[in-house]
């Protein structure tokens, strides 16, 4: 039986990914975030008895899609609620995302990330969270289109290499 305190712990350690998963179902930001803590607190005051952090990790993403779709409605008609058939692939997708094998690729590759240059990670982040074309980057940076792609490009080299590395080493830990 997980502890109260671990409960917690883990929930936050996995807040983006739930978040994230909520997010899709409610289509808005605060919202996911409510629901989230909403769902945290009702896992620390259900009394369930979770075996593994797998098991609590499923047990939030059925109970938080219950408490989304619940807000939804109370939005009104207007609200459009996924259906049942693409909540459960959904649902399903983020259960594959729990694995130890996702977990440990995830660790590996915010690892791998750190040991390359603030510059190199500034183009990273604005090509993939800020979802920047690569000329919109070159124009932020102040350089080249070309001297992008090259960045990126050794970048993805250093990146899998380090993954390679740690990845093996992980597992022959095992």
Same mark, same amino acid.
């Given at each position: 039986? !997980?502890?109260? +305190?671990?409960? /917690?712990?883990?929930?936050?350690?996995?807040?983006?990914?739930? %978040?994230?998963?909520?997010?899709?179902?409610?289509?808005? /930001?605060?919202?996911?975030?409510?629901?989230? *803590?909403?769902?945290?607190?009702?896992?620390?005051?259900?009394?369930?008895?979770?075996?593994?952090? &797998?098991?609590?990790? /499923?047990?939030? $993403?059925?109970?938080?899609?219950?408490? @989304?779709?619940?807000?939804?409605?109370?939005?009104? $008609?207007? /609200?459009?609620?996924?259906? $049942? *058939?693409?909540?459960?692939?959904?649902? @399903?997708?983020?259960?594959?995302? +729990?694995?130890?094998?996702?977990?440990? *690729? !995830?660790? @590996?590759?915010? &690892?791998?990330?750190?040991?390359? %240059?603030?510059?190199?990670?500034?183009?990273?982040?604005?090509?993939?969270?800020?979802?920047? %074309?690569?000329?919109?980057?070159?124009?932020?940076?102040?350089?080249?289109?070309?001297?992008?792609?090259?960045?990126?490009?050794? &970048?993805?080299? *250093?990146?899998?290499?380090?993954?390679?590395?740690?990845? @093996?080493?992980?597992?022959? $830990?095992?």
């Amino acid at each position: 039986m !997980i502890p109260a +305190d671990e409960i /917690a712990k883990t929930l936050l350690r996995h807040r983006l990914d739930l %978040t994230a998963y909520l997010r899709v179902i409610v289509r808005d /930001a605060a919202l996911a975030e409510d629901v989230f *803590q909403e769902t945290v607190v009702k896992a620390l005051q259900s009394g369930e008895e979770f075996e593994a952090d &797998s098991n609590l990790l /499923a047990w939030f $993403r059925r109970t938080g899609r219950n408490r @989304a779709i619940d807000h939804i409605r109370k939005q009104g $008609r207007e /609200a459009k609620i996924l259906d $049942r *058939q693409a909540l459960d692939i959904l649902e @399903a997708q983020a259960a594959d995302m +729990d694995s130890p094998g996702t977990t440990e *690729q !995830i660790r @590996a590759l915010e &690892s791998c990330l750190e040991k390359l %240059t603030p510059r190199a990670r500034e183009v990273l982040r604005l090509r993939y969270h800020e979802k920047m %074309t690569g000329e919109d980057v070159a124009k932020r940076c102040n350089t080249t289109l070309n001297a992008i792609y090259r960045m990126m490009g050794r &970048s993805y080299g *250093q990146l899998r290499g380090c993954m390679e590395r740690k990845l @093996a080493t992980e597992g022959s $830990r095992r």
